[in-house]
């Protein structure tokens, strides 16, 4: 973290923002960066100013719940990763309480496996609508809830704070975090996996819409008469490119098996982009009517918002060489050219390891802030 | 069958085919109707005269093919059902040799499990362009092997006389047999069920187009960038209307569990039905979405062909009370008025037994002239 | 007209037709072809027995009415054309009678300006639902009127025999008589111009469909909330394909004034055009699109009805270079390519007067018929 | 202006405020409203404390630039409407020069004829991307011109300084000022006439995008293959709300008389919105499709930005009874339940004059800034 953010943040001068690091220093709450490389497994971005927190002050989790899958991370304070878990677990089904039992005790079992020291907090990206300010699940594609207040269920059985945040939200948040050029101007982040998701940054600042939640831009409906989506509408952006829905559609032209879980693991779309990269026309055809449609989701950010960046990201982008010429096409075909020129576009690869990554890296920012604050006052 | 049509088909006079049915009736090949009612389990239609041929000149077996079915029945020469079965087979991956195989010794196997009198034909109706002439399935969305001489095949293997017929085909020729009014003027007969398919009819007799085939009506591209088709395109009017779309769909929305075969069977059908008819509000909207697609469907067969009566048949008609609202509206608003005041609609509820009717009713046909032609030389 | 087809309308042997040309070249009723040129202005076809009326029988006249234009066109009775008129004049806000008065006086005009000889019937082709049994104009977008008894109040007007027919359908006749090969099989004619219709020949024989017309296939409404139709629907196939359209959509493009007449004439549409030839970005996408529909539009015709042959003719065949491209793409795209196998596909260019000649070769044929029916009797 | 507002803007504290207002009010800059009415004739809002600049001050014009029309509106230092024009010019054909040579023009002899008192700034609208720092038009489809410098040139013609803002921006910043609703959260106000444009506030301040511009949010390509626009795409939401649309469309309907410029006039617009209303099925049907169009344009900003309030606003606002019913079926089919829950959705009927008072005040709020800032120096 830089001192102008921190003085940013806390609407102190730079004058008071070196007073405060210069006695956390004292303290051995900061450290200067000892190695000289940036980038060693920390994750907390590049500061102007090389200065850590140390890494004696705790731990964080961070942990992503997909449909049937939860992804746990454990990083200390000082941002390196420490440990990290795959589970298959179907949550859909799952009732409100039962669903936060099961999720306060994966964590739990999480930590002690991995000795976890003095977790400070835990941060959780989910799919769906999140109220970040009362921590409210208010919408989901992948719970049955519906206004799920799933920070405070998780804090009263973990006895930590919890933050949670929507998933392309946090994954968004840690990509810009690893580059100033993202975190100035606004960025578009379209994150293709799972599902299909819109994390939207204002000078480096999650956009937070009414609730203090992001964006469903994933459930836009782009086809009238399309491809169901498990949202409940027809012909939503990521009714074409989500892996379920990519998967669904390669099962009814080659009869390849169902998948075990709704879901489809990463082995089982390999097989999927392989094929198509060897040739096989009928799968070819999905990639490229997915890649019109994720032309047409960037044109639409480009016409409503015009971002300065739109970044592709998410696991989804394992398949960008056969979405790249339909994308191409129809953003060329449904944008205005002087509009499509005002924005950069790029690609990050990414796995969901960047997610939970990202929702860490709130968490952490938000400790800091609280240190911060306690500091200060 | 009526004199006028024997006479019509052989190019006889009247008085010429009075001669010969009053041969036929002293040799014992034509009996005239005892019963009186011409609704008894016969299935080849109203005669204008009570004649029949006789129940002891041998049998016919009908057969229809699905993706993972195969439907038998088992009918007298004076057109009585003696026997039926209903087999779950998957015949998709099959070769083409190794399919003829499999069809050839289950129609033995019933023949013989069914003591079938002196089969002197079968009839095999299938989903796909059919080559009426030559006997050859030159494509279907069922079968792997493309131009596939299943009638010659079927015939080495069986020794009998085998007609192939595309199934919804067979259907409307058994519904035409029926109803006077549908063999006069034009009768467009949309199939629903397994998929969706046309039988179009001229003055009672099936329209043949090239090769011989019938109409693909079924994989008309009704929306661009719609639902995956099991054919490989997109939006293809069976994509939002046949059983495994349906289904498909259904079990993306309330994750219902996978039919373990890919075409769903009845049972698995009517609890979608049923939820939907109780007010399951996302469940309604596929059935909305459904019905725009056959009134849309429907609109194009009136402005393309401007027939007579468009007949709705086959089982997805279960669910004609679901479809019927969007149907009627889509139907409205896609068709010019003064045209659409043209053709009637009527539903014909019917499972897949008056598909093997229809085509068990065509081989009968065949060896009616046949033997006509015979007794006239 | 070939002793062939003479014998198959009338039923009679090969033997009784020679007898009955042998006496009708010696009334001189028939005269044999002297030029051994069987094309020299001659619209009869290339008779397998070059066999002609003699010229001296009569004439007839020919005529399209369209949306605010008129053509005319006189032929002998050894089909020679002898002379042709166009006209401008508004037609659509007249009443039923005051319409037919103004034809009549048309007809009649021309007919004493080009010194017509012994008028003996006149054929008149126009855009809509034609009773061609009756004589009645169903529903045409281009006249106000419903129902309209066209043949019967022209006839009482002129005192002559007077034959209606649908504009496509006359052409799709013309066409279909020039080439033999297109007589065999199933044809379908698409005509592209001031409109889109679709003559379908079976066998050589116009297809009827309810009530004696025969196909609105240009008013598919092929694309939901598509551009404007002048039908009053949205997305049919003419709404993107018809010069009207493609002109509309060229003013907004690029301001150019807008026509004095609803249907812009030749001389509108060469220019937007060449400019498209010439590189105009815009609106050389107005063709793309409009190839699209095209190829969409035959994708359903083979999917439907199968023909042997597909025509695309028409005034519209003007851009057929700058359609191509995407024409190829939608019917390769959208159709199944077992089925696109058996259809060919060929482009006719044709302006308007192909259209007249085909009417008026139906008008002769009618004559010839009636007169062949005469003698024979 | 409310003091709170000035100290929000100029980082004073209330205290520095108030003294600041003394001083003015001292001066005679500020004066305090004695009517006792805050709406009487004043654009400037409702202040939470009744202090106004006096009008002796100076003024400022107002412009907006459509397609063919120049609309002209003189404020005083107080707010007070004193004069407005209405003027048909052609400009798209004009170069960037002469363009600007014309406008100067207009504003000048609009403020010798209505004796404009000091003009201390021009505020001009118009459609397009506007670079809001820079004073430069980028695109606009009612321009020849690409990245037309207009402030700087207009400000060198008239000696005076000249602001620039996109029309629906300067129209939803008229709209914010009236409501203090409107100004908390996050505001979409769609604008609908001329074309449709989208103006979105976050907390009270326009959303700016790359370049400091605001949205393109009415070419937003809705239809693949709908309509043409008139920014040369296809299915942009202005080309079926847009009243040139409208229009376009009615015309081809009924044939009524093409409007003597491109964009229809009030008076053009009038009828059609009374014959729908009184029953004209096809033209319901316009206004059917329009609406539909605009419920799906609004569930996009809700599930891309999740605004807090749409506004529905603009001259189009006419037909909003003939709109609404479409508009809210669509808004509720295509939007998730529980987001569409979160955003209130008003309709706020608005001329072009409501435009024209948002630059104006947008002129204003920087003249007052400007005063306000050299007097805190």
Known sequence: MARVEIGQHLGMSPASVSDLTASLLDEGVLVTD????????????????????????????GVWTGFNRVELRLVDSAGRNRASRHIERPLRNLGAEELMDVLAGTITTFAQDTGAPNVKAVGLACQGYVDTRDGIVAWSPVLGARDLPLASGLSQRLGKPVLIENDASAMAF????RD????SGRTACLMVGDGVGLGFLIEGELYRGARFGGSEFGHVRLRRSGPQCR???????EAYLADYALHRDAQLIDHRP?????IPSESAMTPIV?????????LMKLFHEAGEVLGDAASILIQTLEPDHIVICGPGTRAMDLLRPSFEAALESQTIPELKALATIRVVESSMDLLTEGVVMQALRELDFDLARLKAA
């Open 231 to 237: 949202c409940g509408g027809r012909g939503c952006i």
């Open 274 to 282: 392989e094929q198509a990269r060897a040739g096989d026309a009928t």
């Open 174 to 177: 840690a990509i810009a975090q």
């Open 258 to 262: 169902a998948p075990t879980v709704l």
């Open 180 to 183: 100033p050029v993202l975190r």
């Open 34 to 61: 000892e190695t000289g490389d940036p980038t060693s497994g920390l994750i907390r971005g590049r500061p102007k100013v090389r200065l850590f927190f140390a890494d004696t002050l705790g731990s964080v989790i």
